[in-house]
């Protein structure tokens, strides 16, 4: 059998609110059409025409820029809708690119929750149509699907034209929908637009094969949450925490301890080894390694980066394309900005931020640092409140630091500058000069004290 599978996504998405085409929302961080694609290239189709026009230049930029999948530019067929007339009009689009023979999958570009086994169990050969149908507890807004008193369905009927007793029915329309391409070719230019929405319906097709005596077969689909189509940033929301808690679940059939799955969000692809436990409030973005036996405290992000053995990411720490060694422990309130590379046993503390640096193993910045475009060596302690100061106005430059070295506190390292090992920073020094291996430096103006001093404004003292 080919399948030919086609993706309605021309539709403007007036209920979003939003200037961005709605099949481009994100969904776990990714446009919804990406995983829309992701679970069609699973069944292996033929082609796969997606159906654009609002925002159409957008759309395609993006699949071709950013869609990962092999071979894409062979199997998609971009076919355009210039005037979104409705759902029927979208399909008849895209019917002269389609092989007669084959069998012709629909689906919504708006509904990315679809699993493949589902789409696959819809996609059946022969003159029948196969409709994917979902009984809800809140139909409202969905196509309603009618059935004659002897169960058979007969037609669909829309939200906006259903009478009182129809709404009252459950069983609703996903158009996630099969049938062949010969009789769909026949069908479509039979619709019309007098209806609610004055648009060509393409659930009309349902009442055009029954004329005919196609059969028309309704799927149950296996599990409601699969279905829901995004018209809202309410549905949106919604679809969010179900993929949200499918990738939770998933991540806890393979060891993870995720203390509460509602509150955790992997917008991207995590790894995890094995005994991790992650608290709440987690956001984890891009791509995300974490080896074995790590802990992630609550209201943390990490975004593109590594997390090696044992390390305990403390609270509200924000990790960015950083690699980070075995056994460290970051936080609370660390800033890990990108191209930072931490050795094995690093401490970074609190209100640290640290850019584009390599920290080796064991070196500590525990408190209220500013550490950038720095090199620092092997069992180094950097003071509270030291300052790579890496910015002239103009360039950066670099702040290099051996091993075993110790910047006092509230130092402040006039870059670029060298600090050879076991060097020792005076606290409170401003560095401006290399410093040899060592050496002791120390820039403090002399204290001056007064005795017996009292400011000579305060009277009757
Ligand atoms: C549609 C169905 C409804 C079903 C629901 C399931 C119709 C008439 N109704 O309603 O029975 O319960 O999906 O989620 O089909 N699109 C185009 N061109 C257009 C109009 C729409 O490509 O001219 C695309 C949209 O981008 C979207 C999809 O078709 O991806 C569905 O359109 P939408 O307006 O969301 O239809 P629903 O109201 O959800
Ligand atoms: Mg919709």
Known sequence: ???????????????????????????????????????????????????????????????????????KESLINWVEQTEQKGTGHAVLQAIPAIDRSSTVLILNGDTPLLEAETIRAVCRPGNTLNLLTANLPDPSGMGRVLRDGDGNIIRIVEHKDASESEKSISETNTNCMSTGAACLADWLPLLDDQ??????????????????????????????????????????????????????????????????????????DGQFGSDCIVDVNVVLEGKVVVRDGVRIGPNTVIRHSTIGDGCVIEANSVIDSATVGKKCVIGPFARIRPDTVLGD??????????????????????????????????????????????????????????????????SQLIAPVIIGDGATIGAGSTITRNVGEDSLALSRVPQRSKEQWKPHNKKGQ
């Not at 690093?346 to 850019?355: A, L, S, T, W, Y």
């Open 195 to 268: 209806n609610a929405s004055k648009e060509f319906y393409l659930t009309d097709i349902i009442a055009c094969a029954v004329n005919e005596g196609v059969p028309v077969h309704g799927i149950p689909a296996p599990d409601i949450l699969e279905i829901q189509g995004i018209n809202s940033k309410n549905d949106l929301e919604r679809a969010e925490r179900i993929y949200q808690a499918r990738l939770a679940g998933k991540l806890m059939s393979q060891g993870v301890t995720i203390m509460d799955s509602s509150r955790f969000d992997l917008r991207g």
């Open 1 to 71: 059998m080919t399948v030919e599978v086609i993706i309605l996504a021309a539709g403007m998405g007036k209920r979003m609110h939003s200037t961005l085409p709605k099949v481009l929302h994100p969904l776990g961080g990714r446009p919804m059409l990406h995983h829309l694609l992701d679970t069609v290239h699973r069944i292996r189709p033929d082609r796969v025409h997606i159906v654009v026009g609002h925002g159409k230049g957008h759309v395609i930029e993006n699949i071709e820029n950013e869609y990962p999948g092999d071979k």
């Open 345 to 410: 046993r690093v401490r970074i503390g609190n209100f640290v931020e640290v850019k584009k640096s390599r920290i080796g193993d064991g070196s500590k910045v525990s408190h209220l640092s500013y550490i950038g475009d720095s090199e620092i060596g092997s069992g180094t302690n950097i003071g509270a409140g030291v300052v790579t100061c890496n910015y002239d106005g103009t360039h950066k430059h670099p702040t290099t630091i051996g091993n075993h070295a110790f910047i006092g506190s509230g």
